[in-house]
């Protein structure tokens, strides 16, 4: 399903079946002709490349923004990968100590009551590996206050160089999907989209899926 929202009324104004750039081509073939498509200053999408494809040939003056939520995802991701490749690698009463953690691994430390800021506490001192990983993800959130691409830019690369000797590999490969992406990311800087609408009308789809 491809949905297109108009972010500054807060809801979708076309959908199409599928998740292609044909089906995105049609959206602006069908609703968002040439004379309007001058006054869209920024588009946010997820960094599906089919669609940055489309975006780049109908809205070449447009910036494009990837979507904080879906840049999380990958974080979070990485996260869970490592948690998964540290369960596994670790001995019985240690393992015991990892499982049923997921969640707990990808909610944000504020989001946490103190018990279960406890059980997380009690989990991370018991693997290294994991403990940096929850950190790096915990740390990355900074990067979405910044309104300098500059300053952005150097807390990126701090972070990324922090990576080079913790042994975290889905991390490693998490460097490389940002780094191709980095113009999208720094792009937030310049162009502070609303991310809470678009999670409020992304989530608003999903229920309505389900």
């Known amino acids: 399903l491809t949905v297109v929202s108009d972010l500054e009324a ?7 079946p599928e998740r292609k750039r044909d089906t995105l081509d049609r959206f602006f073939s069908e609703y968002l002709w040439v ?24 809205l ?3 910036a494009i923004v990837f979507d904080k939520f879906h840049v999380m995802k ?16 670790q ?32 989990a991370l001192s018991l693997n290294r590996r994991l403990f940096k990983a929850y950190y790096l993800k915990e740390q990355i959130e ?3 206050s910044y309104t300098y691409e500059g300053a952005a830019m150097r807390f990126l690369g701090d972070w990324l160089a922090s990576l080079r000797w ?4 889905a991390f490693k490969k998490l460097a ?22 678009v999670e409020a009308i992304n989530g608003n789809i999903r229920a309505l899926i389900r």
Not at 10 to 16: K, L, N
Not at 166 to 169: D, E, M, T, Y
Not at 181 to 195: E, N, Q, S, T
Request: net charge positive.
């Open 10 to 16: 807060g809801e979708p104004i076309w959908a199409g």
């Open 176 to 197: 490389g999907t940002l780094l191709r992406h980095l113009d999208g990311i720094l792009a937030y800087c310049k162009h502070k989209v609303p991310f809470g609408v």
């Open 60 to 62: 070449p003056k447009a």
């Open 91 to 122: 001995p019985g009463p240690r393992r015991a100590a990892l499982r049923g953690k997921r969640w707990l691994l990808l909610t944000r430390w504020h989001n946490l009551t103190r018990p279960k800021k406890t059980q997380l506490q009690e």
């Open 74 to 89: 990958h974080v979070n991701a990485a996260v869970d990968e490592t948690r998964r490749q540290e369960f596994f690698r």
């Open 35 to 58: 004379r309007r498509r001058r006054a869209v200053r920024a588009v946010c999408v997820d960094m599906w490349e089919p669609y940055v494809q489309s975006l780049q040939e109908h």
């Open 142 to 144: 900074r990067l979405w």
């Open 166 to 169: 913790q042994r975290l590999p």
